[in-house]
Nanobody, 121 residues
Framework: QVQLVESGGGLVQAGGSLRLSCAAS????????MGWFRQAPGKEREFVAR????????YYADSVKGRFTISRDSAKSTVFLQMNSLKPEDTAVYYC??????????????WGQGTQVTVSS
């Protein structure tokens, strides 16, 4: 069992940066891949980035590649999403998830409550 709590969301102007954190509890955190997903109002939840349990395998959605960076600190049971050059279209609730290494939200078993990111133009 893994419990996830996101933080770090907020309101930022276009071109700005935010760093999201996802703190995990549970002894098996290090054995899971971690993913970040987002959901804007009226839209389906979409994949943003994922990282393997060893942090040696990372993958990004095309829409965020080159602007976002996912990382994890297994000693602190935390995964991060550094978001730079933010755009208004990045506005969404951001969720972290734990599960198998996948870009499909349907395969992740554990989810945080989400944190709101709003980018103003």
């Amino acid at each position: 069992q893994v419990q996830l709590v996101e933080s770090g969301g907020g309101l930022v102007q276009a071109g700005g940066s935010l760093r999201l954190s996802c703190a995990a509890s549970g002894r098996t955190f290090s054995s899971y891949a971690m993913g970040w997903f987002r959901q804007a109002p009226g839209k389906e939840r979409e994949f943003v980035a994922r990282i393997s349990w060893s942090a040696g395998n990372v993958y990004y959605a095309d829409s965020v590649k080159g602007r976002f960076t996912i990382s994890r600190d297994s000693a602190k049971s935390t995964v991060f999403l550094q978001m730079n050059s933010l755009k208004p279209e990045d506005t969404a609730v951001y969720y972290c998830a734990a599960g198998p290494l996948s870009s499909s939200f349907k395969t992740y078993a554990y989810w945080g409550q989400g944190t709101q990111v709003t980018v103003s133009s």
